[in-house]
């Protein structure tokens, strides 16, 4: 493994220091720091330093840009400042005052974004066996089949015991116990007592009954209150019990309230966004159009952690997802945008970065070296990644193509898209893309040449 000390020094240094630095995590290509001042960072300093692809503030974060090799330098960081569990700091500690919205955001990419590769390893998983099946080579009812698609539906499935491990770290609550909860509700002998739409009665009391199988709303609220109620507890159980009482507390008031309170709570919540992005999705030209459009800046501004559940939920219900399909066209631009900048642009570093950025985009689907890279650093190329991922969007719209897995765009994963619902229109939609983007690119690099000579 390469060292990356002076790269860790120096990026450290330009967030304003280890004292400054409440928590860091990372993505695919990102190191995420929480910082109690976020002044203290000095973008411009960060910017400039070799190995940093650039830098973004989101969802109450500061990112730095570093690349697919971001696990090595992530590992490497926490094992040189010593920062342990996520970097946690005492609750007294100055914190930086951020909006609801950005919380929101926050929580949602805490919570989602370690299951996100797996969701995606699991697209592929049952894209290639759904493939196989229409083929003949496999058939539906057999174990091998029904193994390879239970990677990525037993995920979406079981979301509520996996989402509440994650959620009561972000909302400092004991983990474990925060996992039974989720397994309480989901276990059979609850679960098949909870039919949608019809009444349950606990104690006496009749309430609307929800079941949670593929559900987040519900449990991210029960977690939110019992780690709340947990801290509260601690307060004033003594220490010497604390190991067996507080837990048992949780459980016993947690599990029957999630069941009657926060599951139809929640329903009601997720019922009303998911109607209203099922209602822009019945507007399939225009839903085609945004989506195509302006997806990958969605996601620049993290603001894709409020939408990709709702996708998630919908192809779970639906078994299939338009979104999804549309909004990945705003990748293949960006490819068809750095493919030009690689091919034309005078600038050797330029083509350089591009063509790098091109490779990881091409193979893993992974945008944001070209985003940070290439598209942000000259504004035409926003447009241009905007005119060619709506071209996209649309064709999507127009003959309704829809996902059946969650998965990248790129080699990597484009054995899930096999199965797309009107496959051959996904791939002329993403033919199209690239070359809009490829094209429009070109032109725009020719033109600039001609007003500079």
């Known amino acids: 493994m390469k060292n990356y000390d002076e790269l860790i020094d120096k990026i450290i240094d330009g967030v304003g220091g280890k004292d400054n630095i409440e928590s860091v995590i990372h993505c695919t290509t990102r190191l995420r720091f929480t910082l109690k001042a976020k002044d203290k ?253 302006f997806f990958s800046l969605i996601i620049l501004l993290g603001m894709h952690w409020a939408l990709t559940p709702i996708m998630l939920d919908l192809l779970a219900k639906q078994g299939f997802e338009y979104g999804l399909a549309a909004g990945g066209m705003s990748n293949y631009a960006i490819l068809g945008v750095c493919l030009a900048v690689m091919v034309f642009a005078r600038n050797r570093e330029m083509k350089q970065t591009a063509g790098s950025a091109s490779f990881t985009l091409a193979l893993c689907g992974i945008s944001e070296p070209s985003l940070y890279g290439v598209i942000l650093k000259e504004k035409k190329y926003i447009g241009v990644m905007c005119v060619a991922g709506a071209l996209g969007g649309l064709i999507c719209a127009l003959f309704d193509v829809a996902a059946v897995n969650f998965a990248y765009a790129g080699v990597l994963s484009f054995g899930a898209w096999l199965s797309t619902v009107n496959f051959p229109f996904y791939v002329v939609a993403l033919v199209a893309s690239i070359s809009a983007g490829f094209i429009l690119t070109a032109l725009v690099i020719k033109v600039d040449e001609r007003k500079k000579a």
């Not at 914190?95 to 919205?101: A, Q, T, V």
């Not at 609220?221 to 507080?246: D, G, N």
């Not at 949780?250 to 599951?263: E, W």
């Open 41 to 293: 960072a000095d973008v411009k300093k960060i910017e400039a330093i070799p190995g940093v692809l650039g830098t973004q503030s989101g969802a109450g974060t500061f990112h730095v840009l570093i690349g697919p090799h971001v696990i090595d330098v992530y590992s490497q960081l926490i094992q040189r400042t010593g920062i342990q569990g996520g970097g946690e700091v005492a609750d007294d500690e100055p914190k930086e005052k951020i909006g609801l919205f950005d919380r929101f955001t926050r929580m949602m990419s805490a919570v989602y974004a370690p299951y996100i590769p797996i969701l995606a390893t699991g697209g592929i998983a049952s894209g290639i066996a759904g493939l196989l099946v229409n083929w003949g080579v496999l058939n539906a009812d057999s174990l091998t089949y029904q193994s390879f698609y239970s990677i990525f539906y037993s995920l979406i499935y079981f979301f509520p015991i996996l989402l509440a491990y994650t959620a009561a770290k972000h909302f400092k609550g004991n983990q474990y116990v925060a996992a039974v909860l989720g397994a309480a509700i989901m276990y059979p002998g609850v679960s098949n007592m909870l039919v949608n739409g019809e009444s349950a009665n606990m104690f006496g009391i009749n309430f609307p009954a929800y079941n949670f199988a593929s559900s987040f709303v519900p449990i991210l609220l029960a977690v939110f209150c019992m780690s709340h109620f947990e801290r509260w507890l601690k307060k004033y159980v003594p220490q010497a019990i604390q190991f067996t009482i507080v837990p048992a507390a949780c459980l016993f008031i947690f599990v029957p309230l999630t069941i009657m309170v926060f599951g139809p709570i929640g329903s009601f919540v997720a019922n009303g966004i998911s109607d209203a992005y099922v209602a822009l999705m019945d507007v399939r030209i225009l839903s085609g159009l945004l989506l195509g459009a």
